[in-house]
Every structure is written in structure tokens, then in C-alpha cells.
């Protein structure tokens, strides 16, 4: 069951692929204190592999977070974050924060996809066992 939080994340994520026309949303998941997502990206530099799309919108070696490209994983993240948050804070919740950056992984083949995809959907099972379950704040 999603708190008013989650569900305003919950809301914002299903919005990204119908405001953004670059992206679409492939597996997800809301988990109390942060979000499991795989995004596809399409732009200009779409590179055709088998039956998958790579997307390669960022260097191998991670991400500058200093300037967002139009369309880029860092901007598409930083303006749902943005949202969100003015959302939950018109709540009355104004001790809500993200981490400031994101974990990101380019999925290079159907294995890895499906492997992700299992990750997502287990991912609540295990919620009792992970180590960043918080025992006192609040949760999404």
C-alpha cells in the first residue's frame, strides 16, 4: 500500500513517458524509500542491436550531472524529482529529500533486461531484509 508520497510518485512516474515522447517506461517498482525504473530512451542516436534498442545517451563512465541535455536520463530524472517534490511538499511534508544523485545501469542485452525486470519485481519481497530499511522517518 502506497502512502500519499508514493502515490504522487507513483502518479508522476506513469506521467514521464506521456509528457516526454523520447521515453518510455519499461518494468518499475515503488519500494518504501526509493523507486526501481527501467526508462527507454529514443533520440537521434539510437543504434539498432538484434531486437533491442541501445540506448547510449551517457558516457560509459557515468554521468555529468554539472549541465542536462535536453532528453538526457540526468534531466528526465532531476525535472520527476522536481515535480514530486513540490507535490509532497504542498502536503505539509517539508523534511522530504531525494538523494541528490541516481544509480543508472545501460542494459546492453535481453538477459540483463530480464534479469532486471526479475530484480524489480521481487525487489518487495526482500523488503524485510535490505539494509537501507529505515526503522524511524518517513517513507514513499
Same mark, same amino acid.
Given at each position: 500500500?502506497?502512502?500519499?508520497?508514493?502515490?504522487?510518485?507513483?502518479?508522476?512516474? #506513469?506521467?514521464?513517458?506521456?509528457?516526454?515522447?523520447?521515453?518510455?517506461? %519499461?518494468?518499475?517498482?515503488?519500494?518504501?524509500?526509493?523507486?526501481?525504473?527501467? @526508462?527507454?530512451?529514443?533520440?537521434?542516436?539510437?543504434?539498432?542491436?538484434?531486437?533491442?534498442?541501445?540506448?547510449?545517451?551517457?558516457?560509459?563512465?557515468?554521468?555529468?550531472?554539472?549541465?542536462?541535455?535536453? %532528453?538526457? @536520463?540526468?534531466?528526465? @530524472?532531476?525535472? !520527476?524529482?522536481?515535480?514530486?517534490?513540490?507535490?509532497?511538499?504542498?502536503?505539509?511534508?517539508? %523534511? !522530504? &529529500?531525494? #538523494?541528490?544523485? !541516481? &544509480?543508472?545501469?545501460?542494459?546492453? %542485452?535481453?538477459?540483463? @533486461?530480464?534479469?532486471?525486470?526479475? &530484480?524489480?519485481?521481487?525487489?518487495?519481497?526482500?523488503?524485510?531484509?535490505?539494509?537501507?530499511?529505515?526503522? &524511524?522517518?518517513?517513507? !514513499?
Amino acid at each position: 500500500m502506497l502512502s500519499e508520497i508514493g502515490k504522487i510518485v507513483e502518479e508522476e512516474w #506513469q506521467k514521464t513517458s506521456k509528457i516526454r515522447e523520447c521515453v518510455n517506461l %519499461d518494468a518499475w517498482g515503488i519500494m518504501p524509500n526509493h523507486l526501481h525504473g527501467i @526508462l527507454i530512451i529514443k533520440n537521434e542516436i539510437d543504434m539498432p542491436r538484434g531486437n533491442l534498442i541501445m540506448n547510449v545517451e551517457t558516457p560509459r563512465r557515468g554521468i555529468s550531472t554539472s549541465k542536462w541535455k535536453p %532528453d538526457s @536520463l540526468g534531466s528526465i @530524472l532531476n525535472q !520527476f524529482k522536481s515535480i514530486c517534490t513540490k507535490r509532497i511538499r504542498n502536503l505539509n511534508c517539508s %523534511d !522530504f &529529500y531525494w #538523494q541528490s544523485r !541516481f &544509480y543508472d545501469h545501460i542494459i546492453r %542485452d535481453e538477459k540483463s @533486461l530480464h534479469e532486471i525486470r526479475e &530484480y524489480i519485481h521481487n525487489n518487495p519481497l526482500k523488503w524485510n531484509e535490505d539494509k537501507n530499511n529505515p526503522k &524511524y522517518g518517513k517513507s !514513499f
